[in-house]
């Protein structure tokens, strides 16, 4: 059975600092997804990676798959307050279902 | 607005009630989701549709729990005899045959009192 765990599970962080969230399953998967889910608000999402190697960037955010490893890293550079926020990975079990991880709450501090 | 659509938001039902949930999908998308994500947690699976096949349903979903999708369209989710365990945000979700990615609804909030 697929299992994906994220750590941290809680960050805070300075504004203008850099750091990762990493995403780390259980078993093969060949597609790894990135949400964002604001508090009461549903999920945004933010990144798919198909293979690997794969690496995204959307502004501040980075995102990248190791399939080999069976590891995906979420970097944030230079934090701003915006970016809190809960931000969940997502594993590809089969053809059609995902599973999460448990989330990583990031705090932004001015 | 030509996203994922959730019906009611928010819900509040006394223990025993049936309640039901209603998820419109993007328009031409022929796969549909639920998920169920209780406070602090990632999202859980709980059933998925191709069209209007039900392919999958977790070991989650008792049998108080039914979900359809009539005709491949909008689908419901109806939870009978509700209990407190039940209380959870309900997402929906619909994507595209062969497209990786997933879209959500607002979600509805259920609250068993």
């Known amino acids: 059975e697929l299992k994906v765990e994220q750590n941290p599970l809680f960050l805070s962080m300075q504004e203008g600092k850099n750091y990762t969230i990493y995403c780390n399953y259980s078993?093969?998967?060949?597609?790894l997804y990135w949400y964002r889910q604001d508090p009461g608000k549903s999920l945004e999402s933010l990144f798919v990676?198909?293979?690997?190697?794969a690496v995204k960037q959307e502004g501040r955010l980075m995102a990248s798959l190791d399939t080999k490893a069976r590891l995906s890293t979420l970097h944030i550079t230079a934090a701003v307050h915006d970016l809190s926020a809960t931000y969940f990975c997502?594993?590809?079990?089969?053809?059609?279902?995902?599973?999460f991880g448990t989330g990583t709450r990031l705090k932004v501090l001015a | 607005d030509t996203g994922v659509s959730q019906n009611p938001r928010h819900k509040i039902t006394k223990r025993g009630q049936n309640v039901t949930f209603r998820c419109d999908p993007i328009?031409?998308?022929?796969?549909l989701y639920w998920y169920r994500q209780t406070l602090g947690q990632g999202p859980e699976f709980l059933t998925y549709?191709?069209?209007?096949?039900?392919?999958?349903k977790s070991r989650l979903l008792s049998d108080r729990f039914s979900a359809e999708r009539p005709k491949g369209s909008f689908s419901t989710l109806e939870i009978q005899r509700t209990e407190q365990g039940d209380s959870a945000m309900y997402l929906c979700?619909?994507?595209?045959?062969?497209?990786?990615?997933?879209?959500f609804g607002q979600g509805t909030r259920l609250t068993v009192v």
């Open positions: 979700a619909s994507s595209l045959v062969n497209r990786a990615e997933a879209f």
């Open positions: 078993t093969t998967s060949d597609r």
């Open positions: 990676l198909l293979s690997n190697g």
């Open positions: 997502a594993v590809a079990s089969g053809t059609y279902k995902y599973i």
């Open positions: 328009s031409e998308h022929n796969r």
């Open positions: 549709f191709q069209n209007e096949a039900q392919l999958e």
